[in-house]
T-cell receptor, first 115, second 116 residues
């Protein structure tokens, strides 16, 4: 069965600290896709990244970076030099290509960045 | 380029009433997904539709809930005889879909349903 685990319920940091949000997934499929979404206090869901299972290269986008490790079934997200505007709930999600693309979400990690 | 539109943004209903939630996908997207987010929880898949077809409704409650995506107009998620446990945020997402690939789903702002 597909499952996404975000073990960190809540993380608090002070501005300019680096923070890593963990995501561990389970799937029996060899082709799958992983996503991260951000849900700020305003409530909408903002797409951050999509990664397919064949591409294990790490990705960097500004202060954001993602570390995909198939060997440990993890897709961790790091924010460098965090800012107050990064305060949000972050969701990791999985979908399998043979399936109907429905997203299986983790329970989310609430990040609070204090000035 | 307009994103996914949902309305209303907030909806208050009394127990036993009907709730209708509307979703217009992004331009060029023909696939619509509905998810429900209960308070302090993650999102749970409900249903996946293409125009005039329900593709996967494995996450829909068996009673009172229905969804459609007609040839013309928005997708509708309908909840009949609402109960307090239906209070949640309902998100719609849309995507394109190429064969064998899970394309990115872009989400609307959500409809917050409160049942009194």
């Amino acid at each position: 069965a597909q499952k996404v685990t975000q073990a960190q319920t809540e993380i608090s940091v002070v501005e300019k600290e680096d923070v890593t949000l963990d995501c561990v997934y389970e799937t029996r499929d060899t082709t799958y896709y992983l996503f991260w979404y951000k849900q700020p206090p305003s409530g909408e869901l903002v797409f951050l990244i999509r990664r397919n299972s064949f591409d294990e290269q790490n990705e960097i986008s500004g202060r954001y970076s993602w570390n995909f490790q198939k060997s440990t079934s993890s897709f961790n997200f790091t924010i460098t030099a965090s800012q107050v505007v990064d305060s949000a709930v972050y969701f990791c999600a999985l979908s399998e290509s043979y399936n109907t693309d429905k997203l299986i979400f983790g329970t989310g990690t609430r990040l609070q960045v204090f000035p | 380029n307009a994103g996914v539109m949902q309305n209303p943004r907030h909806l208050v209903r009394r127990r036993g009433q009907e709730a209708r939630l509307r979703c217009s996908p992004m331009k060029g997207h023909s696939h619509v997904y509905w998810y429900r987010q209960l308070p302090e929880e993650g999102l749970k898949f409900m249903v996946y539709l293409q125009k005039e077809n329900i593709i996967d409704e494995s996450g829909m409650p068996k009673e009172r809930f229905s969804a459609e995506f007609p040839k013309e107009g928005p997708s509708i998620l309908r909840i009949q005889q609402v109960v307090r446990g239906d209070s949640a945020a309902y998100f719609c997402a849309s995507s394109t879909r190429t064969s064998g690939a899970s394309e990115t789903q872009y989400f609307g702002p959500g409809t917050r349903l409160l049942v009194l």
